[in-house]
């Protein structure tokens, strides 16, 4: 399956109102939006390696620890795919587009379970 005849190895989740007040929303304790495990699997056939949204996570602010998106997403335990990447709390203001571009995603290079990163999107022309 594809979209438009596209594979995306990346998708950009913008939600609306998408006002730069995004940029010092304080989300603790009001449950944003979140991912079902139904919408990850669906990127998961498409062949798509980083998930980057606007949100401050794929999954329930408050979930028990269960992490069903995440875990999903990395097929984690039973088959992990070390070279995905989910990057929250993005902001594409509204001049950006829909469409596809050219996405370079600059992570800092230390091991950890979660790291810094810095994409940068390339308008394809």
């Given at each position: 399956?594809?979209?438009?005849?596209?594979?995306?190895?990346?998708?950009?989740?913008?939600?609306?109102?998408?006002?730069?007040?995004k940029?010092?929303t304080?989300?603790?304790?009001t449950?944003?939006?979140?991912?079902?495990?139904?919408?990850?699997?669906?990127?998961?056939?498409?062949?798509v390696?980083?998930?980057?949204?606007?949100?401050?996570?794929?999954?329930?602010e408050?979930?028990?620890?269960?992490?069903?998106?995440?875990?999903?997403?990395?097929?984690?335990?039973?088959?992990?795919?070390?070279?995905?990447?989910i990057?929250?709390?993005?902001?594409v203001?509204?001049?950006?587009?829909?469409?596809?571009?050219?996405?370079n995603?600059?992570?800092?290079?230390f091991?950890?379970?979660?790291?810094p990163?810095?994409?940068v999107?390339?308008?394809?022309?």
């Open positions: 399956m594809c979209l438009n005849g596209a594979k995306p190895e990346a998708v950009i989740i913008r939600t609306l109102g998408n006002s730069p007040a940029l010092k304080q989300y603790t304790g449950n944003p939006v979140y991912m079902t495990e139904e919408s990850i699997l669906f990127l998961n056939s498409i062949g390696d980083h998930i980057l949204l606007d949100t401050p996570s794929v999954d329930k408050v979930d028990g620890g269960k992490l069903v998106a995440h875990h999903a997403f990395w097929q984690y335990p039973s088959n992990t795919q070390f070279q995905k990447t990057t929250e709390l993005i902001y203001p509204n001049e950006v587009d829909d469409g596809m571009y050219l996405l995603i600059q992570i800092t290079s091991e950890n379970d979660a790291s990163s810095k994409p999107l390339y308008k394809v022309v």
